[in-house]
């Protein structure tokens, strides 16, 4: 796993790498962005964009796309090596670790997704 922890529906994320090649970029109608924090709203097997390599995948509250053009037809999702846990950003923060995000600062859209974090 390339994330710290396992993450769950309903656990709060937050978006610490929102670089997406441009390609891949064009499948989608909703990315995420670095920094925002999100609420998990489903956790399955993904596939990376090579279509070879086995990924966990995140869908998240307020971001809905498009379905693949494969037999699965499932919603595309995001790698959970994208995200943090929030409890996780907060704590690395308590402990005086450096942070990943200078800000996170939930968009207004995003049901449940109220917490703030500043290093």
Same mark, same amino acid.
Do not use: W
């Given at each position: 796993?390339?994330?710290?922890?396992?993450?769950?529906?309903?656990?709060?994320?937050?978006?610490?790498?929102?670089?997406?090649?441009?390609?891949?970029?064009?499948?989608? !109608?909703?990315?995420?962005?670095?920094?925002?924090?999100?609420?998990?709203?489903?956790?399955?097997?993904?596939?990376?964009?090579?279509?070879?390599?086995?990924?966990?995948?995140?869908?998240?509250?307020?971001?809905?796309?498009?379905?693949?053009?494969?037999?699965?037809?499932?919603?595309?999702?995001?790698?959970?090596?994208?995200?943090?846990?929030?409890?996780?950003?907060?704590?690395?923060?308590?402990?005086?670790?450096?942070?990943?995000?200078?800000?996170?600062?939930?968009?207004?859209?995003? !049901?449940?997704?109220?917490?703030?974090?500043?290093?």
């Amino acid at each position: 796993m390339l994330y710290s922890e396992r993450m769950n529906v309903g656990d709060k994320v937050v978006c610490v790498d929102d670089r997406f090649a441009p390609e891949v970029a064009a499948l989608y !109608t909703a990315l995420p962005k670095k920094g925002v924090v999100y609420v998990v709203r489903d956790v399955r097997l993904g596939i990376q964009p090579d279509c070879r390599t086995g990924d966990v995948s995140l869908l998240l509250v307020g971001l809905v796309n498009p379905r693949a053009e494969s037999r699965s037809a499932l919603e595309r999702g995001f790698s959970a090596a994208r995200f943090r846990r929030l409890e996780e950003v907060k704590e690395k923060a308590r402990r005086g670790e450096p942070a990943e995000l200078p800000v996170v600062v939930p968009l207004p859209h995003e !049901t449940g997704a109220q917490d703030h974090f500043a290093a």
